[in-house]
């Protein structure tokens, strides 16, 4: 189904990794393409379970916007091993506006395709979503 705002379609393939990777855990993270021709959301990269967050910040192309989800683990001042589910948004100053339109007015719908986001970030350079602000909006 589109979305009003911008036309967009979810492919099932995304909501299918975001399953994978929320509840089996066999992905890291999934970086998601609108593709502008077929006016849907999909699939570009998958990241193993062992990747690292560096390998999921260097999937995201410098002038170019996406969306991500990264399953972060980390550990509390308790000593508890805890997980948090990033939604990333990407749109970095470098890329297109008609692009950046595109994302931003696409983007509410494709999150709520994506139950179980727990935290969201908005980024438009590299040190607005580097693992020290992953680490302080995860607890």
């Not at 948090?84 to 007015?105: E, G």
Request: with cysteine; aromatic share 10%.
């Amino acid at each position: 189904m589109a979305n009003a705002a911008s036309g967009m379609a979810v492919h099932d393939d995304c909501k299918l990794r975001f399953l994978e990777l929320k509840a089996k855990r066999t992905h890291r993270f999934v970086v998601f393409k609108i593709e502008e021709k077929q006016k849907q959301v999909v699939v570009e990269k998958v990241g193993e379970p062992t990747e690292s967050y560096d390998d999921f910040a260097a999937s995201l192309p410098a002038d170019e916007c996406r969306y991500a989800v990264y399953d972060f683990d980390f550990v509390t001042a308790e000593n508890c091993q805890k997980s948090r589910i990033f939604f990333i948004a990407w749109c970095p100053d470098t890329a297109r506006v008609r692009s950046k339109m595109i994302y931003a007015s696409s983007k509410e719908r494709f999150k709520r395709e994506l139950d179980g986001i727990q935290v969201e970030l908005q980024a438009t350079d590299p040190t607005e979503m580097d693992i020290e602000v992953i680490r302080s909006r995860a607890n």
